[in-house]
């Protein structure tokens, strides 16, 4: 059955930095990444699998894409997840995580500075299912290279030019810095609550 978009209307007017254009066009730029899954998924269910071909054919294509569009759809539902207004604080449990993989808070947040800084793209700080280690991950390329595995993603950031330009122009520091403002820390302490429920019965 085909998905829909989340409606995250109730952002509007919520988020200190970003305003109802630019917030409207990014819900509309996520739209779209639902429906081209949607249109991928379906064309995969009937898609020849007999002739693959890295060249090129129908089926192999589709793959190729696919990743994509479905990070595209849900990189947009985590990062608009994790925005409120300016003010929440990491709880105990994600602070200490968090130091004990870079130091403290602050060196945390300088860290996903400089992974902001880098590209276009997404920085995800992400907690290892594999080594327990609290990372920031760089994701390049159309919101599909550099995914590490084994990861749950506690804070999404999206750094590509149209979560910004309308408010902000060229200048993505004051973006980057308006948002990790407006991280809601109830969201990441959540997601890490499960990682942890998770790990604990795996």
Known sequence: MPREPRNFESLIGKVQGLSEGQLRAHFTLYGGYVAKLNEIELKLASADRTKPNYSFNEFSELKRREPVAFNGTFL???????????????????????????????????DVKAGLASMHGWVLTTWSYLDGKVRNNVIQSEHHVGLFVGQETLVAIDAWEHAYFLDYGTKKPDYVGAMLKAIDYSVVDRRFALAQARAAIS
């Open 76 to 110: 947009h539902e985590l990062y608009f997840e994790n925005l409120t207004a300016p003010g929440s604080t990491p709880g105990a449990a994600f602070t200490q995580a968090v130091s004990a993989s870079f130091g403290s808070v602050d060196e945390w947040l300088l």
